[in-house]
């Protein structure tokens, strides 16, 4: 084995030598040594030379011969060379482990990492725990904001990024994520407190004030076995779909404090009684003010903020600004100012705005619905005077129910001349009706010395930010749908894990901002990220993190997260119980 070692530096290195005699030299080695002398000219030019030698011993007496002349090698060479004499005994040992050594391919580790770290900053993973639950509920979080699917899903994306090695994680299947939904439904209030209190980063303060924002959404089911589905206001307008009800509590950044599922025929008001149980006894201290849509607080709402000493921002209804325009409270020159106030005498304090640009949609949205209604009454018309024996009756019914469905029928109607239909608008009920266009009014019970109008408008329009999380959780990244469970447990399981989830995806969102780059395009690009893995004797040993190509590095560091140079290897294979080809139908 020692002359091979040699033969391998020659052919590297040594250019110049004779290999034959190279080889033959090795066998009677004793000591061999790089012997350098620097000798200087008449001239005074001076030359160093190199050679290889070896030393024996030979009756009594120590011999050197030498093997070679180095002169010719460059310095780096010449120092490789007194490198490999010094460990000549480990170069023995790497060459007899060289065939057992392999790098290979890993898991993709620069998204996992990264939700991961995301989390860890957040507190989401100290508030889910160390336990092998907390672990699993933390990988269903990030297995949702880098791709959304089934558990089983889930666990299929586990086999192919680095879960187990990041986490800690030992196997696990679909069914344990599905168990898994039953734990975090159990532990959503403790981890939501946990997350609330990180936040704020102090106890209750009772002299603080406080808003909360509140919302309420739908969300539509493919199947009809959800023990919350059933049939209510679909605002997908999916017609013929059940639904559940979603209400998401905020603070006052938009940042998500808690969500709840409710049976999909509950009526918004009827949610908030809840929520507001859940600031008295979780995240109450102080002054508190509910900030909620149009329909959303009313009377009854009213009633349990009061009791509770809490203070209330919300819409009125086109109605209730109709009823206060005819009882004198408030005059429509108000909404000619960029924003009005009238305080009435029981306390409560209405805040007047026109919006100019939601007022052009307005009218530009009666005006399509009145083509609509036009291009339906030109059809009957054509279709009247190709068929004598039509009747006008049912082509006038088709045009009645037309306007009825686009909801014009308060100022237009339709008129039959001669088999003729045609349309008449009332001036007076159009005028009526036009004069709110972009009009609305905001009601509080806030004292002028704790809200100013400007203040009561701007938190208001803060439920904008609910809005974002919704949609974003909807459609845009974390995809609710479709929801893949059926119990009431799971389906409270799932969405607290969209909530969760989204937490990540908002922050990413920050960090990523000054970046021509969407939140799923940097993940995505994460994604590609993958390990070296180390194999001795076919078995991993660990997993080196190459270095991230530009863009990557970009995206790390606009996130501060920094990759750790070497992952421990577990060694964990991660497979489903159900197997994709067990289940699709033979061709």
Partial sequence: MFPHVFRYIVAT????????????????????????????????????????????????????????????????????????????????A?????????????????????VFSVAKRLGIVAALGSTRAGKLALWQVIARVIDQGSRLSAVRLAGSHAACDVLNLAKFDEDDLYNNLDWLRENQAKIEDHLFAKRNGRERDEDRQQLFLYDVTSSYLEGTKNELAAFGYNRDKKKGKRQIVIGLLCDEAGIPLSIEVFNGNTKDPQTVGSQVSKVVQRFGGGEITFVGDRGMIKSEQIEDLNKEGFHYITAITKPQVKKLLRTGVIQMALFDEELAEVETTEGDR???????????????????????????????????????????????????????????????????????????????????????????????????????KETIHSRYKDLALVEWAFRTSKTVNLEVRPVHVRTEAHTRGHVFVVMLSYLIIAELARCWQDLDVTVNEGISQLDTLCATQFLVKGQVRCNQIPQPRPLLQQLLKAAKITLPEVLPSRGVTVTTRKKLTSRRKKR
């Fill in 350 to 452: 209405y805040v007047l705005r026109r919006n100019p640009i939601r007022a052009l949609e307005v009218r530009q949205t009666r005006q399509d619905k009145l083509q609509a209604v036009q291009k339906e009454v030109d059809t009957q018309n054509l279709y009247l005077a190709e068929h004598a024996r039509a009747q006008v009756k049912v082509a006038q019914r088709k045009v009645r129910k037309k306007i009825e469905r686009v909801k014009l029928s308060g100022w237009l109607s339709e008129r039959v001349t001669a088999r003729v239909i045609s349309l008449a608008e009332d001036r007076a009920a159009l005028a009526e009706e036009a004069k709110l266009d972009g009009c609305y009014v905001l009601k509080t019970d806030l004292r002028t010395d704790v809200a100013t």
């Fill in 13 to 92: 290195n040594l250019r110049y030598i004779c290999l034959d005699i190279w080889i033959v030299s090795l066998y009677n080695v004793l000591t061999m040594y790089v012997d350098a002398s620097t000798v200087r000219t008449p001239t005074g030019k001076s030359y160093t030379r190199y050679l290889l030698r070896k030393s024996y011993r030979k009756q009594g007496k120590v011999k050197h011969d030498t093997i070679a002349n180095l002169s010719s090698c460059s310095l780096a060479e010449i120092e490789a060379i007194r490198l490999a004499l010094r460990h000549k005994q480990d170069l023995t």
């Fill in 94 to 114: 790497l060459v007899s482990l060289k065939d057992d050594l392999r790098l290979e391919q890993g898991l993709s580790v620069g998204a996992v990492w990264t």
